[in-house]
């Protein structure tokens, strides 16, 4: 029985007719990684539940962002002077990313392979996904740090929204044209960042002090690699997919308002978080910057799953995010000062974002589990004895 109904009847019949489509065209997916993974899916048992295997994967990038909250806790341990983290946590680190990624590839042919493929684990890989976003940022944060050789905490702010940006761009696109066109830079990232990591705890972080060339450093390379990638990659790409759409009249909404409605919660949630880094009386972000990356990415996750609910049950996206609301209200106790001690209201706010955010998936997966007569975790329907 769901805890709370956040899945409409319409959305439910929208459920009953919705059909897989998407489309992968990277050369790294389509030539390595998947013949890698249909491998890996031939030794898995027929009895493990796919959607199991997309937990499993979230919570190694859970266990990643956990462990190196243990070890650098304000991202300073990778600067001069500084006590560094071990070199066994990024050989786990690394391995633990490339599990996840793997896990996260196999775990739809999984479904295919036991022929139990349903709405449901879609939505709960893809909402998992959205989730994940913040965890690989934060750890891969913690290679360079914020020292005199690293990355600032403002900036590495900016760059998880172009992270979090360039992810739900690809939904958009589903919203408006009915396919999912998987992202060229998830893949190319997820193999890098593994790599990253071990080469990491082969030569120590001291080797990301050295510049490559001139004035030009390790961080300036990892910096315009990811605004490289969304920019030039990933925003083109999914312009010109929902441009040639809507040349063929096969847009599923017709006006401007309504095919753009998706972005309307993720930039007022941009705005309201950039107003309290702005306007924070003690600068809260230079303060918890791991409290508050690990905030706005659930509040954004919140609101992308809401979005997927919507494209996937082919329904109008709400133009507006309750959870906001109540955001905008903390935003304005903090930036006024009215709440004397901003770090308490920081760690507050964002245990509140985390449980709501537990609570409405929580909700959605049992709600659609009743609704489609199976448990979540399992290949065997519910007993009607």
């Known amino acids: 029985m769901a805890l709370y109904e956040y899945v409409s009847r319409d959305q439910l019949s929208g459920f009953d007719k919705y059909k897989y489509s998407a489309v992968d065209s990277n050369p790294l997916s389509v030539y390595v990684m998947h013949p890698f993974w249909n491998s890996v899916v031939k030794v898995m048992p027929r009895w493990l539940a796919p959607n199991l295997i997309t937990f499993t994967g979230f919570m190694f990038l859970v266990f990643n962002f956990l462990m190196l909250s243990f070890y650098d806790y304000h991202f300073d341990a990778s600067a001069e002077g500084q006590t560094h983290v071990p070199s066994w946590v990024w050989v786990a680190a690394g ?8 896990l996260d590839g196999v775990d739809g042919k999984q479904a295919r392979r036991t022929n139990s493929s349903t709405p449901l684990g879609e939505l709960f890989d893809h909402g998992l996904d959205s989730w994940a976003c913040v965890f690989f940022v934060a750890t891969v944060y913690s290679i360079f740090g914020r020292g005199e050789s ?3 905490v403002a900036t590495l702010y900016y760059i998880l929204w172009v992270v979090l940006f360039s992810f739900i761009l690809s939904h958009w696109e589903k919203y408006n044209t009915g396919i999912l066109f998987l992202p060229w830079g998830y893949d190319i990232s997820q193999v890098t960042i593994s790599i990253v990591y071990i080469f990491t705890a082969m030569v120590g972080v001291e080797t990301w002090y050295e510049p490559i060339w001139w004035n030009f450093h390790y961080r300036d390379l990892f910096t315009f690699m990811i605004l490289g990638c969304s920019f030039t990659v990933t925003l083109p790409m999914s312009l010109y997919n929902v441009f040639k759409a809507s040349r063929s009249n096969t847009l599923k909404h017709s006006s401007m308002y309504e095919a753009f409605l998706p972005f309307l919660s993720p930039v007022l949630l941009f705005l309201l978080s950039s107003a309290w880094v702005i306007f924070s009386p003690s600068d809260i972000l230079q303060q918890q910057p791991r409290v508050f990356y690990l905030m706005v990415g659930t509040a954004f996750a919140n609101v992308t799953c809401k979005l997927i609910v919507c494209q996937m049950s082919n329904t109008r996206c709400q133009p507006l995010s309750w959870l906001l609301v109540p955001m905008a209200t903390v935003v304005l106790l903090a930036v006024t000062g009215l709440v ?11 245990a509140i974002v985390i449980l709501t955010h537990i609570h409405y998936g929580v909700s959605v997966v049992n709600q659609l589990s009743d609704h489609f007569n199976i448990f979540a975790f399992s290949l065997m329907k519910p007993s009607t004895d």
Do not use: D, H, P, Q
């Open 340 to 350: 004397a001690n901003e770090t308490l209201l920081i760690y507050v706010w964002t």
């Open 95 to 102: 391995l633990s990313n490339f599990l996840a990624y793997t």
């Open 150 to 152: 690293g990355v600032g």
